[in-house]
């Protein structure tokens, strides 16, 4: 079983920058998806970014088109995944979510299905 643990979230002015963490315990492997999602009130939970292991401590990184430019995702090679949110608008209000998966799937690596594990979530909140 993996546990993944989130951490860093927190009340921030729009223009502002916030850097989540999140630590994977248990069977958590270096060559596993690694990714974030969010849900604001009312909404569903959409993906965010996300990691596919490309083989030693090179990861390959995927962004929704919202975050694009703005946010960027990190790994250490071991246990950790990051989400370093740059330029955060109130639109970025929401509960963030780290997730995992055993495997990579070309088609679906954006679809919260293809993702076995997840946190229980950190509070993100962009103030105007």
């Known amino acids: 079983q993996v546990q993944l643990v989130e951490s860093g979230g927190g009340l921030v002015q729009a223009g502002g920058s916030l850097r989540l963490s999140c630590a994977a315990s248990?069977?958590?492997?270096?060559?596993?998806?690694m990714g974030w999602f969010r849900q604001a009130p009312g909404k569903e939970r959409e993906f965010v970014a996300t990691?596919?292991?490309?083989?030693?401590?090179?990861?390959?990184a995927y962004y929704a088109d919202s975050v694009k430019g703005r946010f960027a995702i990190s790994r250490d090679g071991r246990n950790m995944v990051f989400l370093q949110m740059n330029s955060l608008k109130p639109e970025d209000t929401a509960v963030y979510f780290c997730?995992?998966?055993?495997?990579?799937?070309?088609?679906?690596?954006?679809?919260?299905?293809?993702?076995?594990?997840w946190g229980q979530g950190t509070q993100v909140t962009v103030s105007s």
């Open positions: 997730a995992g998966s055993r495997s990579w799937d070309d088609s679906n690596w954006w679809s919260q299905l293809e993702y076995d594990y």
């Open positions: 248990g069977r958590a492997s270096r060559n596993y998806t």
């Open positions: 990691t596919r292991w490309s083989g030693g401590t090179t990861y390959y």
